[in-house]
């Protein structure tokens, strides 16, 4: 049974993007029990000494699917403040675990268990035993690839059957959505219909419809209409992964995609995006190679050039990681089309960071109140993007204290409130009795993330405690040995 603790002297913010106000609060059970003037209780105290008290925070955009197995200590999100991850983006997802594409992203899986269904899955995220909690989406990409593999056509009324049998099963385990991935196989051979279709199936349990849409470049709004169209037609909420401009030919559409998000939301669509704060994204190198990054630069992702491309991840060759792809054309001697097939030849699954995006497009996104945060790191062997490790604190130390494109309190509502609200995960992220005790305790004059480009694997600096689910998980900036994390259903 959890201990009782009493936190005293917090700055408590909310989560609700209220301003902060000074009290205590009590936790027992893993439920915050109460908030306010409390004393003379049997519990544990523990002084906040007016650090900032929040509610866990939520990552949005998470795969950490297959990870949460292999490193159960997550130390990677935990320690950054995140208690509640969202996994499945991007289209990837767990079931069928045969064609599964999250997967595929790990060179050894030896040990994973195995699943067939959702509910065995989530049983065995719930025996892992993890440090943060798991949400969860339906991918729309290993459903299609064990129906209609990479094929460009619309499925037969037998494999809409089959791929609406594993949407509903998904639902009824208490997913949040389904999600698609529209720059990637098999995705990217779906139409617009498909996906209306098969979305329909989310919209009786009140899901999301998350998209990593088809362009984040020169046709990005085209793709913002497409995705607002999927969720308003197959009448459900709709969340745009990443929301980014990529490629400098296109910096600053930011102000037409976000006013496209504002018209829709005028006609009563519940319509947000989420976000990590970078100038870099990353993926793979083979999306960049089908998406024509290098050539005519109109698949999706925005023109690229060699010296903007950082090799992050091989599991064949790890000599290659921290090279950049310009790099290896000058030691082939080859243009950068065919130096990345060149490589991709041997490791198919190379992670690559790419720069592409601007900082007036991402304060301006930050800003607008539809957005809220999402990591979208991949915990993979090399140099993983610093998000992993820097995204939630990087908001709170570069973008609101020093920067101030938000303040601290609307920061946090990004982070807890509204991203419980959008998910549907209706016992979280709000300071509040009842709620769950997923509690991050912070120093605000100096929480910031030290994860680099060069140097990522570093935790961030202002962490004090965390607690998840009443359980004391990171004690006085140190991760404890609990690991207190289970599945989070959708409400």
């Given at each position: ?441 912070f120093d605000e004059d100096t929480i910031i993330d030290k994860a680099t480009y060069d140097n990522p694997r570093v935790y961030p600096e202002g962490i004090i405690h965390i607690f998840v689910d009443g359980e004391l998980s990171v004690k006085n900036g140190k991760q404890t040995e609990v690991r207190a994390g289970k599945v989070a259903r959708r409400s």
């Amino acid at each position: 049974m959890n201990k009782k603790y009493l936190l005293k002297n917090a700055t408590i913010f909310d989560g609700a993007g209220s301003n902060p106000f000074n009290g205590n609060v009590l936790i027992e059970n893993g439920k915050i029990v109460e908030v306010g003037n409390i004393n003379n209780v049997d519990a544990e105290i523990i002084d906040i000494n007016g650090k900032a008290l929040a509610p866990g925070f939520i990552d949005m955009h998470s795969h950490d699917d297959v990870a949460m197995f292999i490193y159960p200590d997550m130390d990677f999100k935990l320690m950054q403040g995140v208690t509640t991850n969202v996994n499945g983006n991007c289209g990837s997802g767990v079931i069928p675990h045969s064609s599964a594409d999250i997967v595929n992203w790990y060179p050894n899986l030896e040990g994973i268990p195995e699943w067939s269904s959702y509910g065995e899955y989530s049983d065995l995220v719930n025996k892992s035993k993890t440090s943060v909690h798991s949400a969860f989406l339906v991918g729309h990409g290993p459903i299609r690839k064990a129906t209609t593999g990479n094929e460009e056509r619309m499925p037969t009324k037998s494999e809409f059957d089959t791929m609406k049998a594993w949407i509903k099963e998904g639902m009824e385990e208490g997913a949040v959505g389904m999600s698609t991935g529209l720059i990637y196989e098999p995705g990217r051979y779906s139409n617009t219909e498909e996906l209306i279709e098969l979305t329909k199936t989310i919209s009786p349990y009140n899901g999301v419809y998350f998209s990593h849409m088809r362009n984040e470049a020169g046709n990005l709004i085209q793709s913002v209409e497409e995705t607002i169209k999927i969720g308003e037609e197959a009448g459900c909420s709709i969340e745009i992964s990443h929301h980014k401009v990529s490629g400098q030919e296109n910096w600053g559409k930011s102000v037409e995609s976000l006013n496209t998000i504002d018209e829709a939301r005028s006609r009563g669509l519940n319509v947000h995006s989420d976000q990590y704060p970078y100038n870099a994204g990353s993926t793979s190198l083979f999306a960049l190679v089908q998406n024509n990054a290098f050539t005519t630069g109109d698949g999706g992702m925005g023109s690229q050039t060699g010296d903007k491309v950082t090799i992050a991840g091989s599991s064949v060759d790890p000599s290659l990681v921290g090279k950049t792809l310009g790099d290896l054309c000058d030691e082939f001697d080859l243009p950068e089309q065919e130096a990345a097939q060149k490589i991709l030849k041997t490791d198919p699954g190379i992670f690559i960071v790419t720069e592409g995006m601007v900082e007036d497009d991402i304060a301006r996104i930050l800003a607008h109140p539809t957005t809220m945060i999402g990591s979208d790191g991949v915990p993979l062997p090399g140099n993983p993007h610093p998000r992993l490790y820097g995204c939630f604190p990087r908001v709170l130390g570069k973008y609101s204290r020093e920067d101030g494109v938000i303040s601290m309190e609307e920061a946090i509502h990004k982070m807890t409130g509204l991203s419980a609200e959008k998910a549907n995960l209706n016992d979280r992220g709000l300071i509040k009795p009842g709620l769950n005790a997923d509690i991050v305790i912070f120093d605000e004059d100096t929480i910031i993330d030290k994860a680099t480009y060069d140097n990522p694997r570093v935790y961030p600096e202002g962490i004090i405690h965390i607690f998840v689910d009443g359980e004391l998980s990171v004690k006085n900036g140190k991760q404890t040995e609990v690991r207190a994390g289970k599945v989070a259903r959708r409400s």
